[in-house]
């Protein structure tokens, strides 16, 4: 499909003005991977001024607040003790410890004259393959 845009003189001339180029501004100059590097860098240092500052307001909040609240290390939960009154793994970001799991016990269903076992889960062992294949029957080699 053919489309009847204008002509453009070059790359770098100014974008047709319409509504949609007020709301979204076409670029004409594209950018080489050195100027983009070099605004990530720029970026990435601003950034980390923009943190700093922020983590210092911070910090200046929650030292006022434990200055007019009176709170020690252990209330915040930042020592070994637990506070009176506190359970041990109360607090929101404690997580809690999975039980392990315990595993079934193994149940024998299938034993031969010379030891070998098989539970009847999983892939069936040689000698009950072998035994099957001679023309034994499965329930020849059932526990009882």
Do not use: C
Not at 60 to 83: Q, T, W
């Amino acid at each position: 499909m053919a489309h009847n845009y204008p002509p453009r003189e070059d790359a770098n001339s100014p974008a047709p003005a319409g509504p949609l180029t007020e709301i979204f501004p076409i670029r004409t100059m594209t950018k080489t991977y050195a100027q983009i590097v070099k605004q990530i860098e720029s970026l990435k240092t601003e950034a980390e001024k923009l943190r700093r500052n922020e983590v210092e307001g911070v910090i200046k909040r929650i030292r006022e607040a434990i200055g007019f609240y009176n709170l020690s290390a252990s209330d915040l939960g930042l020592s070994g003790k637990v506070p009176a009154g506190a359970k041990a793994d109360a607090g929101p970001f404690k997580r809690r410890k999975r039980k392990a799991a315990v595993p079934a016990p193994k149940v024998i269903k299938f034993r031969n004259d010379s030891g070998g076992t098989w539970g009847g889960r999983g892939k069936r062992p040689q000698w009950l393959r072998d035994a099957l294949n001679s023309g034994k029957q499965l329930s020849d080699f059932a526990v009882k």
